[in-house]
């Protein structure tokens, strides 16, 4: 598989971090096409470069915890996933690949209380946090002994060693599974970590980044439009 002829725009400015990062070389966009900005002549995306050339016209992302992850293009491995794979229309109006879960869950036990309730989301591989609406993340940190705003880290921090419980979103009957352990992002000092799961406020809808995509196997559809989530084994 080539992607001959393929626009690559180069940065004028880019983030202190990024620059200083040597294991990266640039971003790869996946969106949609409708949010191509290339000037003056609109050129084509990767995707639509490959689309001609691919078995079928899709990627899908397995992203791993503290490990290497991986994307395929044209064709969805059936054994990177366990159960079936629950499919979601996105809004074809939007530059993101944006649908509506069903509800969520604090916590996957038993006595776990489910919230029957749609909104917005992008799934974003380049977004590295669960971002959720303001109701969300004050209910989840609620249970989470110790959890407080750091301002100095502009966000939610917990223990590294407090008791965690799963994320839990739904898309009909499908419920796809963050376990609690994913939520300590990183360290901020010896005792105290910087939380996975974070506020939206200000964006106009939650992003599902990295956090939750490395418990999940996603098929990005341009085909179908649409995003098709499964949950696979996670190392324990």
């Known amino acids: 598989m080539h992607a001959t002829n393929q626009t690559i725009q180069s940065a004028q400015k880019v983030s202190r971090e990024l620059a200083s990062d040597s294991a990266v070389s640039g971003l790869l966009g996946l969106g ?13 995306t990767l995707m639509d470069t490959l689309r001609s050339s691919l078995r079928q016209p899709l990627f899908t992302a397995d992203l791993r915890s503290g490990a290497a992850g991986r994307y395929d293009f044209g064709y969805i491995d059936g054994s990177a996933y366990t159960g079936r794979m629950q499919w979601v229309p996105v809004n074809q109006t939007s530059v993101y690949w944006r649908f509506m879960p069903s509800g969520y869950s604090i916590g996957s036990g038993p006595g776990a209380e489910w919230v029957a309730k749609p ?9 590295s946090l669960l971002l959720l609406p303001d109701e969300m993340v004050k209910a989840y940190y609620a249970g989470v002994k110790g959890a407080a705003f750091d301002q100095a880290k502009g966000g939610m921090v917990i223990p590294c060693d407090a008791d965690i419980p799963d994320f839990v979103f739904g898309i009909g009957y499908y419920r796809g599974v963050v376990p609690g352990r994913y939520m300590n992002y990183n360290e901020v000092n010896k005792t105290h970590c910087f939380g996975g799961i974070q506020t939206s406020k200000g964006i106009g809808f939650s992003i599902f980044g990295d956090v939750l995509l490395k418990a999940q196997f996603v098929a990005f559809d341009l085909g179908g439009m649409r995003l098709g989530f499964a949950n696979k084994k996670l190392p324990s």
């Open 119 to 127: 909104w917005p989301v992008i799934a974003d591989t380049g977004t």
């Open 32 to 44: 949609m096409s409708i949010g191509n900005t290339v000037r003056p002549t609109r050129s084509p």
